[in-house]
């Protein structure tokens, strides 16, 4: 009987010792898992902030075009009148493929779209 008990305490001792070891190895892998999801969201994160910035860059870009050919398509009375008065060529001030290709010289290689090509044939005469 004293042998059984000293047994069940040994089979006790060794079941703790076994279930700390698998807490431990269980957390180790837990660990690990956490950081390689870790670093592959910081991977993605890294390439969403690259893409991020690129797009903002190239949203600004359109905006500076876009508000440059708005104002080449449709000139403030008051910049045109200026213009007039500082002794500008009005073939530069009134003609809409000119005010394009100031406020865009690449746009300016451009056909113009049917709908504006009337209005650049009235605009250059």
Do not use: H, Y
């Not at 050919?69 to 073939?91: D, E, I, R, Y």
């Amino acid at each position: 009987q004293e042998l059984d008990q000293i047994l069940a305490s040994e089979v006790v001792k060794v079941q703790s010792m076994v279930e700390e070891r698998v807490r431990e190895r269980v957390g180790a892998i837990f660990r690990r898992e956490v950081r390689e999801t870790v670093r592959e969201l910081q991977a993605k994160l890294d390439v969403l902030i690259e893409e991020n910035e690129l797009l903002r860059d190239s949203f600004a870009e359109a905006n500076l075009r876009a508000k440059s050919l708005f104002w080449a398509l449709n000139p403030p009375v008051w910049q045109t009148s200026l213009a007039a008065s500082a002794g500008f060529c009005p073939n530069a001030l009134f003609s809409l493929k000119r005010r394009v290709s100031l406020a865009c010289p690449e746009v300016s290689a451009w056909p113009l779209p049917p709908r504006l090509r009337g209005a650049a044939a009235a605009s250059s005469t």
